[in-house]
């Protein structure tokens, strides 16, 4: 049970970390390419992103084929809620990080803080033909086999046909 809450809270300080990235806003309406970093991108025009994402990378990939078999500890597979430009596309990350309680630290309320560790590192094409994995030795990317052909089911894994 500590576990999953463990995680549980890991996750939402990663999303909440994601967010205080980006420039205030009132909805995603409002933000456009200006009002976000270097580098970032709105994910709007994204086939797949979100969960769908997060669910793509840990359902259609072994956990040697992302590079994670040699991780020992706990991991969390999660998901930026900005898209990056990678030579000269747009991708939208998903990471596979270690969370951990920092023993020592707390925040200024008193609460407890975590840090993470990414093992893993993934882009997919906001058009969703490509996936590529960053060597987390070199910080280089490589292809990886694309799982599903058919994006035409934008935002939504479950009704995606395989690809043969």
């Given amino acids: 049970m500590k576990k999953l809450m463990s995680i549980l809270l890991a996750a939402a300080m990663l999303i909440a970390v994601f967010a205080g990235c980006t420039a205030d806003k009132k909805d995603d309406e409002n933000v456009t390419e200006s009002t976000l970093p270097s580098g ?6 994204a086939k797949i992103k979100d969960s769908d994402a997060i ?3 840990k359902n259609y990939y072994t956990v040697e084929e992302l590079g994670l078999q040699d991780v020992a500890e706990d991991y969390s597979i ?14 939208v990350k998903v990471v596979a990080n270690i969370v951990t ?6 925040s200024d309320d008193g ?21 590529l994995k960053k060597d987390m030795n070199t910080n280089k990317y490589s292809e990886m086999e694309n799982r599903i052909a058919d994006y035409s089911a934008k935002g939504s894994t479950e009704n995606i046909t395989e690809a043969e």
């Fill in 40 to 45: 970032q991108v709105t994910t709007a025009d």
């Fill in 101 to 106: 309680q920092n023993e020592n630290s707390t």
């Fill in 78 to 91: 999660m998901v930026a809620s900005n898209g990056y430009e990678h030579d000269g596309g747009n991708y």
């Fill in 55 to 57: 669910n793509y990378i």
């Fill in 111 to 131: 609460t407890k803080t975590f840090s993470m560790k990414t093992v893993g590192e993934y882009l997919i094409s906001f058009d969703g033909t490509k996936v």
